[in-house]
Every structure is written in C-alpha cells, then in structure tokens.
C-alpha cells in the first residue's frame, strides 16, 4: 500500500478504491503505523504552526501566540485522531451484526481510518486557524465515503447500509467530541491561561 496513492484514490475515487481495500488482508499495526500515525501529523503539525506560531485571534483577547499551547493542541489533536480511530471502530465493528454484517475489526478500522483521510489532509490550512472550517467540509467528504464504504467492509445489506452509516456517524462524531473535551482539560486544562502568557 502507497500512502501517497491509496490518500489519492480514497478521495477522488473511493467508491472503486473501497473494492480494492476490500481485497486487501492490510492488518491493524500496519495501517495505524504506515498510514494514520503519519497522516495524523498533518493536523497535529498544523495546529502546533497555528497556535504556536500564527497565533489565534480570541474575542476580546485579542491575537494570541503560544508554543506551549500550540504543542498542547497538537498532543490532543493526533491523540484524538489517532485514539478516536480505534475507539470508533470498536464499537462500529461491534454493531455490525445489528445491521446484518459481518464483524470483522480489521475491516472496521480501515473503514475509520480510511473515512477520516480527508479531514486529516485538509487538516494543513489549520496552519491558519481561521480557516478551520475547510476542516469541516472535509470532514463531511469523510462522511460520504465512510457511507460508501459500509457495505464492502463490513458486509451490511443494502437495506441496511443507512441505518448502520447513520448510528457509525453518530458514533464517530460522538467519540471525537468527548475525546477532544477529555484530551483537553486533560492536558490543556487550568494551565491554559499560564500557557497563553508564557510562550
């Protein structure tokens, strides 16, 4: 697996790109180490540039600029990735038999992995933290392609494939929600005022 092509044809063609996933016998450590710990830098790198070197504009703070906050926010960021993933997968792979498929974590994790691949490439304009919202759109591209890749992966029946793409949608937004609010009280915390005054 080419991280430059499979990053290539998952996003400008996925529908035919999940049939080729779908053949692969890919195993988890290889996917997590070769393809989403390296891609979660992408944003992890970009909002460590943002925060702790663009700086961010707060209301009626004003522009703020602080490596020690940029390094937390990338800590949480590629920990929420790179976690979220695992976490998502698990429990989409464990409702798979609700929705007449087939269980199979393997499977579930590229699923995730390759879903989110847009997001974290897209990820680089956070460089300039204003632009995060071209995060978003990426993101629900990400969507699009997780719902094309449901059926392939995880063998659930065409009559089934949007309530299950709907629950795994939850799912995922649910889990990077509530582990990006832990990861940061968690690590940015208290200290976040201290961290914004002292680079």
Known sequence: MNLI?????????????????????TQVTQLVTTYLMLLALIPAVAALIGYGLVGVSIPFAGKI????????QAVVVYIT????????????DA??????????????????VYSYTPMMV?????????????????GIYGLYILYLGISPLMKAPEDKTTGY???????IIVIYAVLTAILAAIIIGGSMA?????P
């Open 95 to 112: 409702l798979a038999p609700n929705f007449g498929g087939t269980k199979d974590f393997r499977k579930a994790m590229q699923l995730v």
């Open 122 to 138: 897209i990820s680089i304009v956070n460089i300039i933290p204003a632009l995060a919202i071209l995060g978003i759109l990426a």
């Open 65 to 72: 600029v602080s490596l020690s906050w940029g390094i937390k």
């Open 81 to 92: 990735f790179v976690g979220g993933s695992f976490l998502s997968a698990f429990i989409i």
């Open 165 to 171: 793409f709907i629950v795994s949608l939850l799912v």
């Open 5 to 25: 092509d499979r990053v290539k044809k998952i996003i400008i063609e996925p529908k035919n790109e999940w049939t080729v996933i779908e053949q692969e016998d």
């Open 194 to 198: 201290s961290s914004l005054i002292t």
